[in-house]
């Protein structure tokens, strides 16, 4: 059976089972989600000694609408279609369910509607035409909204028109096994490793883009994670990451992730060791975390082994801390990353191999080597706070400004709005360099926007 009708047959059967345990067990509407799995208390259900009143569901979600103005330059890829003013909307829906069968047993599922529209939807899809053999991420970094690499597919396109769509999508899609000694999850998950802010070399399996202020969900992968508990040591946890050749829609290993991390702490500092084969090449880490007074400082690096030999560092290291100044809670934190596979020159760095793949899978966001990043919040009042966020290439120099601010209105609803400033001259990483063989300048566009937030 091909994927296409795979992936309207889950529909169907996720609407089936959420309706059954719905109708068994008696959803618990608008109840928050547990953030560590708390399966219920046996006493929850005294009363009633069938199986079915055993069973625990706990629903949640959000919803995010968003409006977005952005202005194209005319020496940019945008020049062919016409530059300016966009004007962009779109929304996400998300649906959480997590049922507990047992102390040690539950399930986690996630139902994703997505829909957006625009003027840079449309132009989006005009660049495919004029550009058909390029990634659809080469010049927006991040990861696309599809399952060609992954296992299962489970997206949906239901409307894709010049200038909307609206997709459908399960993002979380799995079974976890609490045995007394651990943990075993298998299915569609979200994994973050390291303790990078900005940028996180440990975090091989779909990190967030550096740019990204909405960190709620982290798109899944399916995978299997097994997490021991070592006495006396610390804790052990590996995984396994199967994908697709999106060539040949084949699940091959040179596609795969297969990884190791051991965590053990020594006094007040914890250290973390890492390992793992990553598509076609083989990854050592390591990392620390300790605390100087009262800031946190952590450290983590990567050793790259490509299959030609041309071995590369990634490494990043922070520094947190929190105060009280004029009677106002601060935070902030100051990051270096250093990328050794990184190019002064841009042009020669979009033409290599081993850059252009890490671009196009979604897991590497630049292109020079030496970045210094910082982010200082000011809580105003409980209830609006106020945030700035700067990546900088410091060899350009050039990079990213990016000032918001955040009001909870409600419990529930929550207003969100900034503003995202590249600078730079030209010929810089931030400030746009001209495309091999073009005239196109890479610049993104400086956008505001504005996000309402609704969870249940």
């Given at each position: 059976?091909?994927?296409?009708?795979?992936n309207r047959?889950?529909?169907?059967?996720?609407?089936?089972i959420?309706?059954?345990?719905?109708?068994?067990s008696?959803?618990?509407?608008?109840?928050?989600?547990s953030?560590?799995?708390?399966?219920?208390?046996?006493?929850?259900?005294?009363?009633?000694?069938?199986?079915?009143?055993k069973?625990?569901?706990?629903?949640?979600?959000r919803?995010?609408?968003?409006?977005?103005?952005?202005?194209t330059?005319?020496?940019?890829i945008f020049?062919?279609?016409?530059?300016?003013?966009?004007w962009?909307?779109?929304?996400n829906?998300?649906?959480?369910?997590?049922?507990?069968?047992s102390?040690?047993?539950?399930?986690?599922?996630?139902?994703?509607l997505?829909?957006?529209?625009?003027?840079?939807?449309?132009?989006?899809?005009?660049?495919?035409?004029?550009?058909?053999?390029?990634?659809?991420?080469?010049?927006?970094?991040?990861?696309?909204?599809?399952?060609?690499?992954?296992?299962?597919?489970?997206?949906?396109?239901?409307?894709?028109?010049?200038?909307?769509?609206?997709?459908?999508?399960?993002?979380?899609?799995?079974?976890?096994?609490?045995?007394?000694?651990?943990?075993?999850?298998?299915?569609?998950?979200?994994?973050?490793?390291?303790?990078?802010?900005?940028?996180?070399?440990?975090?091989?399996?779909?990190?967030?883009?550096?740019?990204?202020?909405?960190?709620?969900?982290?798109?899944?992968?399916?995978?299997?994670?097994?997490?021991?508990?070592i006495?006396?040591?610390g804790?052990?946890?590996?995984?396994?990451?199967?994908?697709?050749?999106?060539d040949?829609?084949?699940?091959?290993?040179?596609?795969?992730?297969?990884?190791?991390?051991?965590?053990v702490?020594?006094?007040?500092?914890?250290?973390?060791?890492?390992?793992?084969k990553?598509?076609?090449?083989?990854?050592?880490?390591?990392g620390a975390?300790?605390?100087v007074?009262?800031?946190?400082?952590?450290?983590d690096?990567?050793w790259?082994?490509?299959?030609?030999?041309?071995?590369?560092?990634?490494?990043?290291?922070?520094?947190?801390?929190?105060?009280?100044?004029?009677?106002?809670?601060?935070?902030?934190?100051?990051?270096?990353?250093?990328?050794?596979?990184?190019?002064?020159?841009?042009?020669?760095a979009?033409?290599?191999?081993?850059?252009?793949?890490?671009v196009?899978?979604?897991e590497?966001?630049?292109?020079?080597?030496?970045?210094?990043s910082?982010?200082?919040?000011?809580?105003?009042?409980?209830?609006?706070?106020?945030?700035?966020?700067?990546?900088?290439?410091?060899?350009?120099?050039?990079?990213?400004?990016?000032?918001?601010?955040?009001?909870?209105?409600?419990?529930?609803?929550?207003?969100?709005?900034?503003?995202?400033?590249?600078?730079?001259?030209?010929?810089?990483e931030?400030?746009?360099?001209?495309?091999?063989?073009?005239?196109?300048?890479?610049?993104?566009?400086?956008?505001?926007?504005?996000?309402?937030?609704?969870?249940?």
């Amino acid at each position: 059976m091909c994927r296409c009708q795979l992936n309207r047959q889950w529909i169907r059967t996720y609407l089936f089972i959420v309706a059954i345990i719905g109708f068994q067990s008696g959803p618990i509407l608008a109840q928050t989600l547990s953030p560590t799995h708390a399966p219920p208390s046996p006493s929850d259900h005294s009363g009633d000694s069938s199986y079915w009143s055993k069973i625990d569901t706990h629903w949640g979600g959000r919803l995010k609408t968003s409006g977005r103005v952005a202005q194209t330059d005319d020496d940019t890829i945008f020049e062919p279609l016409g530059t300016g003013t966009y004007w962009d909307g779109s929304f996400n829906f998300r649906l959480i369910n997590e049922t507990f069968f047992s102390d040690s047993v539950f399930t986690d599922i996630a139902y994703e509607l997505i829909g957006a529209g625009g003027d840079t939807v449309r132009n989006t899809n005009e660049l495919k035409e004029l550009f058909p053999n390029l990634p659809a991420n080469v010049f927006f970094f991040g990861t696309p909204l599809n399952d060609d690499r992954r296992l299962m597919d489970l997206s949906d396109t239901i409307v894709d028109e010049d200038s909307y769509f609206l997709v459908q999508r399960l993002d979380r899609l799995a079974l976890a096994l609490m045995p007394p000694w651990g943990s075993i999850k298998i299915g569609r998950q979200a994994i973050t490793w390291g303790n990078g802010f900005v940028f996180n070399p440990f975090d091989l399996f779909n990190p967030f883009p550096p740019t990204a202020i909405d960190r709620d969900y982290k798109v899944g992968d399916d995978m299997i994670n097994v997490q021991a508990s070592i006495p006396e040591i610390g804790d052990l946890q590996g995984l396994y990451v199967a994908r697709r050749d999106p060539d040949t829609d084949s699940v091959t290993m040179d596609q795969a992730s297969l990884a190791g991390k051991l965590h053990v702490a020594a006094g007040t500092i914890e250290f973390e060791l890492m390992a793992a084969k990553h598509f076609e090449d083989y990854v050592a880490g390591g990392g620390a975390a300790g605390y100087v007074g009262d800031a946190a400082w952590r450290v983590d690096g990567t050793w790259t082994f490509l299959d030609d030999d041309d071995d590369y560092l990634s490494l990043v290291a922070n520094m947190d801390y929190s105060w009280i100044w004029v009677d106002k809670n601060f935070y902030g934190f100051i990051e270096y990353y250093f990328n050794g596979l990184g190019e002064d020159d841009y042009q020669d760095a979009v033409l290599d191999p081993a850059i252009a793949e890490r671009v196009a899978r979604g897991e590497l966001f630049a292109l020079g080597r030496n970045y210094l990043s910082g982010h200082v919040q000011i809580e105003l009042h409980p209830l609006f706070k106020i945030f700035f966020t700067a990546i900088n290439n410091i060899e350009d120099p050039s990079g990213i400004l990016q000032p918001y601010a955040t009001w909870d209105i409600t419990q529930n609803l929550q207003l969100t709005g900034g503003v995202n400033i590249s600078y730079g001259a030209k010929d810089t990483e931030y400030g746009g360099f001209t495309l091999p063989g073009s005239d196109i300048r890479t610049k993104s566009p400086d956008n505001a926007y504005l996000w309402f937030f609704y969870y249940f």
